[in-house]
């Protein structure tokens, strides 16, 4: 019999869920989900939060 213990941290979902995600590369960002729109930086109206890495890169193309 085998037995698949899986330990599933589920902290880290917890933790996702603090911080918005970046829409190009997936990357956790530093903006809480909780911050207006208005005041983050790296966000892209129509294209969604990004990180500071993705948002120079799309600023300078
Ligand atoms: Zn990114």
Do not use: D, W
Request: hydrophobic share 25%; charged share 25%.
């Amino acid at each position: 019999m085998k037995r698949n213990r899986r330990k599933e941290t589920p902290q880290i979902e917890t933790n996702s869920l603090k911080f918005e995600r970046c829409v190009l590369c997936g990357k956790q960002t530093h903006i809480p989900i909780s911050t207006p729109i208005a005041a983050r930086q790296g966000y892209i109206e129509g294209t969604g939060q990004l990180c500071p890495t993705c948002y120079k890169r799309i600023k300078n193309v």
